[in-house]
């Protein structure tokens, strides 16, 4: 007969195998749950259970997203990189474009007026009104007064 002993506890009173007993190896605890490979399936055989199956998609899943966008998010960076330095580049060619043509408008204007200037010819500059103005309509007040017939 195996022994009984009482567990300080407070679980029911377990059986204790003694070295020479036969069925050591099968010690039952009557006040325990089931185990966990029990309730919820061997985790060392996921092909077994749907759950395991669907969390192994999802985490594969998961991954696939994450990689995807970090190789999105990296090819993103490396385009704006590229955008930016074609843009200055195609800032410093304007920049260099407009200076060679304010310097080559500035060096034709200097002797244009060089050349006006030696010879007298050119265009006589005049302030003045346009000569399609009537200038005595230019100094009468006629708002508020027009002549409505009466």
Same mark, same amino acid.
């Given at each position: 007969?195996?022994?009984?002993?009482? &567990?300080?506890?407070?679980?029911?009173?377990?059986?204790?195998?003694?070295?020479?007993?036969?069925?050591?190896?099968?010690?039952?605890?009557? &006040?325990?749950?089931? /185990?966990?490979? *029990?309730? %919820?399936?061997?985790?060392?055989?996921?092909? &077994?259970? &749907?759950?395991?199956?669907?969390?192994?998609?999802?985490?594969?899943?998961?991954?696939?997203?994450?990689? $995807?966008?970090?190789?999105?998010?990296?090819?993103?960076?490396?385009?704006?990189? $590229?955008?930016?330095?074609?843009?200055? *580049? /195609?800032?410093?060619?304007?920049?260099?474009? #407009? $200076? *060679?043509?304010?310097?080559?408008? +500035?060096?034709?204007?200097?002797?244009? $007026?060089?050349?006006?200037?030696?010879?007298?010819?050119?265009?006589? %500059?005049?302030?003045?009104?346009?000569?399609?103005?009537?200038? /005595?309509? #230019?100094?009468?007040?006629? +708002?508020?007064? *027009?002549?409505?017939?009466?």
């Amino acid at each position: 007969m195996i022994p009984v002993r009482d &567990d300080p506890y407070g679980r029911q009173p377990l059986r204790v195998a003694n070295p020479e007993d036969e069925q050591g190896d099968e010690m039952v605890y009557y &006040d325990e749950g089931p /185990s966990c490979d *029990e309730e %919820f399936g061997d985790p060392q055989e996921p092909q &077994d259970d &749907d759950r395991y199956v669907l969390e192994a998609l999802i985490n594969q899943q998961s991954k696939a997203t994450f990689t $995807l966008i970090n190789k999105m998010r990296t090819e993103f960076l490396e385009n704006m990189k $590229l955008m930016r330095t074609e843009s200055s *580049e /195609s800032m410093k060619q304007t920049r260099t474009e #407009l $200076l *060679e043509a304010l310097k080559q408008i +500035r060096t034709d204007g200097q002797t244009n $007026l060089h050349t006006q200037g030696a010879t007298g010819g050119g265009a006589p %500059f005049q302030m003045g009104l346009d000569s399609t103005v009537d200038p /005595s309509n #230019l100094m009468s007040n006629t +708002r508020g007064t *027009e002549n409505n017939g009466s």
